[in-house]
């Protein structure tokens, strides 16, 4: 079995043309995407760009993303050792990497 | 570089916890103009939408109770450092925020029709309030938030990056330069009374219970406008945060609440009971305080006698299922989801970095030492001493906050027509401009300062360990340096999580040196500071430490003999 997930992901800001990078994070069991995420902003790419804050108890619901096509939170969903693509949500203005605009327009600075 | 955005306001609010909130709440109803900001999304980051469970108020629903009751419990926490004054404010006025939030539609568990509460470790009785099933920071966070949502007064905006606070030409404060961090705009605020409740510093720990933008941010912003701030060597430790098997969806202080309600039992690495070893008995029951039960852990872990991870067992095998579920309902299906299944096997738990006492020096209005500028919340120093009681960290930011709200809209109101112009905006603008690409590797080196603190200034302390962590911290501000990064060859400079980074870390390490400093510095054990070096409360050091910046560098005041580090 294999000990590593493959994070493919989508990259580049509002206007760009995508890019896709694919990182190798290690695998283990009961880790979320968002652990496998962290690992690889501080072991490999620092430049990544995602929103996050309450970093495991689903409180703040601001790691949104889509896994697979599939809108989820990335610290609820388990890595697999798989290849895994991560995608920003496509109904929201991308800003960059992972990172769309998601406060409601009330709470944004305008 | 683009002209920066200037705004004008009455009152700015720096963080949207409940203290932040509260205050952009309470400010708008004395009349002022609000700007409410946010490093994270408002009412998201921080600590106020972690909460699991209590909050402490002298209610008297159900058993008679009384304010100067909860207020001799919180100064016999405080092991004889309490500040009086923000002590008997926080307990004299929870009760009316209390009530407020209820009529505001929080949902504070009932029975037999009224608000129930729990009797948390070191109250006398029950006095912790709460809302099922382990949501009472989201549901205070999202009442907040509503009440705010139909006020027009208040404008908000979350992504938003503090640099400094500026002065205007007589030196008070005058509101503050930052960035959007969403578009990399410079913007300069300016305002009238300014609040700092940007909460606590748990970040610098690697294992710790709150949100990402806890790095002590307001303590920095402070500290570099020249106000000082007092008690910085106490942090408190969660002893009992989750540590194994890995559990996502669930804040790892989540055993809390499961002790409040169904007691569990505490159990070394041979399934033993231990606290007894260090003077408690626990008998099924939670009564253990916090800063015993973190070093009953630890030398259980020291002794060899942990856990496989490191930490200590917790037990509900002798919880039946249907009791499991009547006390938590839908949680049980989230630890079934990481497949935890209490009646056949325990956790391991640890202690986690989770709250800090110290912080701004701040008088019963919530004024700082800087005229223009108030604090509220957990960035205050003072109220909990040397070891906060359990619940009285949401009850101080919604005290606080309501306060320093109304204090800030008085202040405008007696400035309306003073024309207040940030004149120190320049420096700081400095910063917020420069950039260039750069190698810094921000995220792992913010790991290592949280290894740094977790490892060498964690609850057991000596001068050996304090020393070598001053050390490192001195070589992670070289490393960093004077100007931030910035994303090179970007179209746009949008969310650039390296540049933030950057400024986090200028915060989070001149806020690790004062909490180093200071712990070095006294030469005793207390509360939440325990140095193994120095093992005795001693009487003389019955009193605060201040930390400000002068000259450059760190000045400590308040140990028996001034010292400069």
């Not at chain 2, 499961?258 to 009971?273: I, S």
């Amino acid at each position: 079995m294999s000990t590593v997930a493959t994070l493919k992901i989508r990259r580049g800001s509002h206007g760009e043309p995508a890019r896709w990078q694919s990182f190798e994070v290690p695998f283990e069991e009961g880790q979320s995407v968002l652990d496998g995420l962290r690992w690889l902003r501080i072991n490999k790419d620092p430049t990544l760009a995602m929103r996050f804050s309450c970093i495991n108890a689903n409180a703040c619901k601001e790691c949104m993303i889509q896994l697979d096509g599939e809108t989820v939170y990335a610290c609820t969903a388990r890595l697999e050792p798989r290849e895994m693509t991560l995608t920003p949500l496509p109904n929201k203005t991308l800003i960059r990497d992972l990172v769309t605009e998601i406060a409601p327009p009330s709470e944004r600075f305008k | 570089m683009h002209e920066p955005l200037a705004i004008e306001t009455d009152v700015l609010v720096i963080g949207s916890g409940a203290a932040g909130m509260y205050a952009a709440i309470e400010a708008s109803r004395g009349g002022a103009r609000v700007f409410l900001i946010d490093r994270s999304l408002i009412g998201r980051g921080g600590a106020t939408v972690m909460a699991q469970m209590t909050v402490a108020a002298a209610l008297g629903e159900e058993v008679p109770d009384a304010p100067r009751h909860h207020y001799d419990d919180t100064i016999a926490a405080g092991r004889g450092l309490c500040d009086e004054a923000l002590a008997q404010l926080l307990c004299e006025e929870a009760p009316a925020c209390i009530r407020e939030l209820d009529a505001w539609g929080v949902g504070w568990a009932r029975k037999d029709n009224h608000i129930t509460a729990t009797t948390a470790p070191g109250h006398d009785r029950p006095r912790c309030v709460y809302v099922d099933f382990i949501n009472t920071g989201p549901a205070v966070s999202k009442t907040l938030r509503t009440v705010m949502a139909r006020n027009k007064d208040i404008r908000k905006a979350g992504d938003i990056c503090i640099v400094d606070l500026v002065a205007c030409s007589d030196g008070e404060i005058a509101g503050a330069v930052g960035w959007h961090v969403g578009s990399g705009a410079a913007v300069v605020i300016a305002a009238k009374a300014t609040v700092l409740a940007t909460g606590g510093l748990t970040r610098l720990y690697r294992r710790n219970s709150a949100s990402l933008n806890m790095g002590g941010d307001g303590y920095a912003l402070a500290l570099r406008a020249g106000a000082s701030l007092i008690d910085m060597e106490f942090v408190q430790f969660f002893p009992i945060g989750h540590l194994a098997p890995r559990l996502v969806g669930m804040d790892p202080i989540m055993w809390d609440p499961f002790r409040y309600k169904l007691g569990g039992r505490l159990l070394n690495g041979r399934m033993e009971e231990f606290t007894s070893r260090y003077g408690s008995d626990e008998d099924g029951k939670y009564v253990l305080p916090r800063d015993l039960a973190t070093y009953a852990i630890f030398k259980e872990v020291e002794a060899g006698r942990g856990s496989p991870h490191g930490g200590a067992y917790l037990s509900f095998e002798h919880c039946s299922a249907a009791a499991l579920r009547a006390a938590f309902g839908p949680v049980i299906d989230r630890l079934a989801a990481n497949a935890i299944d209490l009646t056949r096997m325990p956790v391991e738990v640890a202690p986690i970095a989770h709250y800090h006492m110290g912080g701004v020096i701040a008088d019963a209005q919530m004024q700082t030492e800087l005229p223009g500028l108030f604090a509220a919340g957990e960035v205050v120093g003072g109220a909990n001493g040397a070891n906060r009681l359990s619940g009285n960290a949401i009850t101080e930011a919604l005290v606080f906050g309501r306060r320093a709200g109304r204090s800030a809209a008085a202040r405008a109101k007696a400035l309306a027509r003073k024309d207040l112009r940030p004149q120190g905006a320049r420096a700081a603008l400095d910063v917020v401009s420069d950039g260039h690409g750069s190698g810094l590797n921000t995220a792992a080196m913010i790991a290592r300062l949280q290894a740094v603190l977790a490892d060498d200034v964690g609850p057991f302390r000596t001068a050996a360990k304090l020393s070598r962590a001053a050390t490192e911290i001195a070589a992670l501000a070289e490393e960093l340096g004077d100007h931030p990064p910035r994303l090179a060859g970007a179209t746009d400079a949008g969310f650039d999580l390296q540049r933030l980074e950057w400024f986090d870390l200028r915060n989070m390490l001149v806020v690790a040196r004062a909490v180093t400093h200071s712990a070095l510095a006294r030469t005793e054990s207390r509360g939440a500071h325990q140095r193994e070096d120095h093992p005795q409360m001693l009487p003389g050091w019955r009193r605060h430490q201040r930390v400000r910046l002068a000259a450059g560098g760190l000045q400590l005041s308040g140990a028996p003999a001034e010292v400069l580090v």
